[in-house]
């Protein structure tokens, strides 16, 4: 289910393939995110490892949706900046707290905030606390 997004190095892709192997028979739209397998990457050239599951990838939606990850970000690491085209994506945190900077601006996140990335925006997220960041990221093509 884990669509190829690592290269070999261990770093995250910005490219968002679409093929998938068929699901089994049987398998419904409810995944759990803490039963998901993860993978260590480096999120966009970003400060150490972080672990990562995609959730839904863009073959489970009929809508322009790219993918639902659901990432743990640990003390020191962090998603290095980056910059969308033509898409636009939204960080919930779940739990923790760190620095998020969007367009050069930088603020305190902390759980329950939602974050909206538009389209050529760049951003990052930085675990500055002592416990882990948990976060849910959606991605849309617009």
Not at 17 to 37: D, F, M, Q, T
Request: proline share 6%.
């Amino acid at each position: 289910m884990l669509e190829c997004l690592i290269t070999p190095d261990g770093r995250l892709s910005d490219s968002i393939p679409r093929i998938l192997p068929p699901e089994p028979k049987g398998v419904s739209l409810i995944r759990n995110v803490y039963s998901a397998p993860k993978e260590l990457v480096v999120a966009h050239d970003g400060l150490g490892q972080i672990k990562m599951s995609r959730i839904f990838g863009a073959l489970d939606f009929k809508s322009k949706c790219d993918f639902v990850d659901h990432s743990v970000i640990p003390p020191g690491t962090s998603i290095g900046g980056h910059t969308h085209e033509n898409n636009e994506e939204v960080y919930f945190i779940i739990k923790g707290k760190g620095l998020m900077t969007v367009d050069g601006e930088e603020v305190e996140v902390s759980a329950g905030d939602l974050i909206f990335n538009k389209c050529y925006g760049t951003h990052a997220l930085k675990n500055s606390g002592d416990e882990p960041i948990e976060i849910l990221v959606f991605q849309v093509s617009v």
